[in-house]
């Protein structure tokens, strides 16, 4: 097993010359179910922008040496309200009180050391800092009978539920991308989990 050296926050200079390595690493981990993405450079660096316009933004990055093996990412809610307001309509809860975790991805060969927790610990951590009362996620649903589902997927659910968080009832965004065999983007259901920090 390949060995994690580093993992630290990354903001302002420092996440933006991460951005590119976080597209190919989004490219390359969301292949895989359950996001079963067909990403291009191009798509990820627009996706990406909300981070470098973003002062509340933060990367997470997971080293071997000077190579970046995973990365987790952060802003407020509210930098993506036109893509989320809509699955928080009705719950009560004010989006700048949110602090959004988005995703996490680390190479295969990187898993099982501990660093989805450090993820997690630093993205809270930041999202503490500052001011935020909440952190939220959210996680694509698949059927559980899909023809691409592996026999031994575990879903990360009771890791999640380990750090605090748990589905928010009706909260559920939809988000288009373009899955492996499709000829374009349709969209996909994403339940949002949530906890108090």
Same mark, same amino acid.
């Given at each position: 097993m390949a060995r +994690?050296?580093?993992? !630290?926050a990354? $903001?302002?200079?420092?996440?933006?010359?991460?951005l590119?390595?976080?597209?190919?690493l989004r490219?390359e +981990?969301? !292949?895989?179910?359950?996001y079963?993405?067909?990403?291009?450079l191009?798509y990820? !660096?627009?996706?990406l922008?909300s981070?470098?316009?973003s002062?509340?933004?933060i990367?997470?990055?997971?080293?071997?040496?000077?190579q970046l093996?995973?990365?987790?990412?952060?802003?407020?809610l509210?930098d993506?309200?036109?893509d989320?307001?809509?699955?928080?309509?009705?719950?009560?809860l004010?989006l700048?009180?949110?602090?959004?975790?988005a995703?996490?991805?680390?190479l295969p060969?990187?898993?099982?050391?501990g660093?989805?927790?450090?993820?997690f610990?630093?993205?809270?951590g930041?999202a503490?800092a500052l001011g935020?009362?909440? $952190?939220?996620?959210c996680? +694509?649903?698949?059927?559980?009978?899909h023809p691409?589902?592996?026999e031994t997927?575990k879903p990360l659910?009771p890791?999640?539920?380990a750090?605090g968080?748990?589905?928010l009832?009706?909260?559920?965004a939809q988000?288009?991308?373009?899955?492996?065999?499709?000829?374009?983007?349709?969209?996909?259901?994403?339940?949002f989990?949530?906890?108090?920090l």
């Amino acid at each position: 097993m390949a060995r +994690v050296s580093d993992v !630290r926050a990354l $903001t302002g200079p420092a996440l933006e010359a991460a951005l590119d390595d976080v597209a190919r690493l989004r490219i390359e +981990v969301f !292949r895989a179910w359950p996001y079963l993405y067909d990403g291009d450079l191009a798509y990820e !660096r627009d996706y990406l922008q909300s981070y470098r316009d973003s002062d509340g933004a933060i990367v997470v990055g997971a080293f071997d040496g000077d190579q970046l093996v995973g990365a987790s990412t952060g802003t407020p809610l509210a930098d993506h309200a036109d893509d989320f307001a809509a699955a928080f309509a009705g719950t009560g809860l004010d989006l700048s009180d949110i602090f959004y975790c988005a995703e996490s991805v680390l190479l295969p060969t990187y898993r099982g050391q501990g660093v989805g927790h450090r993820f997690f610990d630093l993205r809270e951590g930041h999202a503490r800092a500052l001011g935020f009362a909440k $952190t939220a996620f959210c996680g +694509v649903q698949r059927p559980p009978d899909h023809p691409m589902r592996p026999e031994t997927y575990k879903p990360l659910d009771p890791f999640w539920r380990a750090r605090g968080y748990a589905p928010l009832q009706g909260a559920i965004a939809q988000f288009s991308w373009k899955d492996l065999w499709e000829a374009g983007e349709t969209p996909k259901p994403l339940q949002f989990w949530i906890r108090d920090l």
